[in-house]
């Protein structure tokens, strides 16, 4: 990981406030509490940046979290700057420099909750740009967990979700569906299989846009159920039992 510089005069503030959680609010699952915050940062004269990040009260965590969210800032507003020197006076004008990020949290088991990051931005292209970036924890043991912390066997994990998704990225597009795209952006390595969420009985394997398909087709998330990577035999402190 690299760490950036702001380098323009900007104003952070960061909002704190307890998000109430009951059952009927997320009947599929108990939440554990955090808090959301917000990091926001405005400059008068653009661009602007508004990321929302949830707060466990775990030291470790929350240092992950909010130096993932840094980065994100950062990396941002330097190609933001860039672009924007680069540009007419007519152009910056009609330009809407920001970034926005939301998240969501799922829980596989009691002590394990993955993080879901969608991050929105737009930095002088034809179109804005986002992404969906994922980070998953052990709240009992304040810890990041890795893809080789899921899975007793990670390569065969790999191995059955390079298989399954795909597959299934081929249904998902349809007649749109590069084979040899898809081929070499599910092929079982951890860079293809980064943005792993995990839930109840399953795993959602986020890809970015213009990875498996046009831009059209968005991020595609492609489920796979937990039953599908049995021989790769998932973590029981990570999933608990279907």
Same mark, same amino acid.
């Given at each position: %990981?690299?760490?950036?510089?702001?380098?323009?005069?900007?104003?952070?503030?960061?909002? &704190?406030?307890?998000?109430?959680?009951?059952?009927?609010?997320?009947?599929?699952?108990?939440?554990?509490?955090?808090?959301?915050? &917000?990091?926001?940062?405005?400059?008068?004269?653009?661009?602007?940046?508004?990321?929302?990040?949830?707060?466990?009260?775990?030291?470790?965590?929350?240092?992950?979290?909010?130096?993932?969210?840094?980065?994100?800032?950062?990396?941002?507003?330097? %190609?933001?700057?860039?672009?924007?020197?680069? %540009?007419?006076?007519?152009?910056?004008?009609?330009?809407?420099?920001? %970034?926005?990020?939301?998240? &969501?949290? &799922?829980?596989?088991?009691?002590?394990?909750?993955?993080?879901?990051?969608?991050?929105?931005?737009?930095?002088?292209?034809?179109?804005?740009?986002?992404?969906?970036?994922?980070?998953?924890?052990?709240?009992?043991?304040?810890?990041?967990?890795?893809?080789?912390?899921?899975?007793?066997?990670?390569?065969?994990?790999?191995?059955?979700?390079?298989?399954?998704?795909?597959s299934a990225l081929k249904e998902k597009i349809g007649e749109q569906a590069d084979a040899d795209m898809i081929t070499y952006e599910t092929y079982p390595t951890l860079a293809n299989f980064s943005e792993i969420q995990l839930a109840p009985g399953k795993v959602i394997i986020h890809f970015q846009p213009y990875q498996v398909a046009p831009w059209v087709e968005g991020a595609p998330q492609i489920t796979v159920p937990l039953k599908k990577l049995s021989?790769?035999?998932?973590?029981?402190?990570?999933?608990?039992?279907?």
């Open positions: %990981m690299h760490y950036y510089k702001l380098s323009i005069a900007c104003f952070i503030a960061v909002c &704190t406030l307890v998000l109430p959680y009951s059952a009927s609010a997320v009947p599929a699952q108990q939440l554990p509490e955090y808090q959301n915050s &917000t990091l926001q940062i405005e400059n008068a004269k653009r661009p602007s940046v508004s990321i929302s990040y949830p707060v466990f009260g775990k030291k470790n965590i929350d240092k992950a979290i909010k130096f993932f969210i840094n980065n994100q800032a950062a990396a941002y507003l330097q %190609m933001a700057n860039e672009n924007f020197e680069a %540009m007419d006076e007519e152009s910056r004008k009609l330009a809407q420099w920001d %970034m926005n990020g939301t998240f &969501t949290v &799922t829980q596989p088991s009691e002590d394990v909750v993955s993080v879901v990051f969608t991050i929105e931005s737009y930095s002088g292209g034809a179109h804005g740009n986002y992404s969906e970036e994922v980070l998953n924890f052990d709240l009992k043991t304040d810890r990041e967990l890795q893809f080789q912390d899921l899975f007793e066997e990670p390569s065969v994990a790999l191995k059955l979700l390079s298989q399954y998704c795909a021989e790769a035999k998932p973590e029981a402190e990570v999933f608990s039992p279907n």
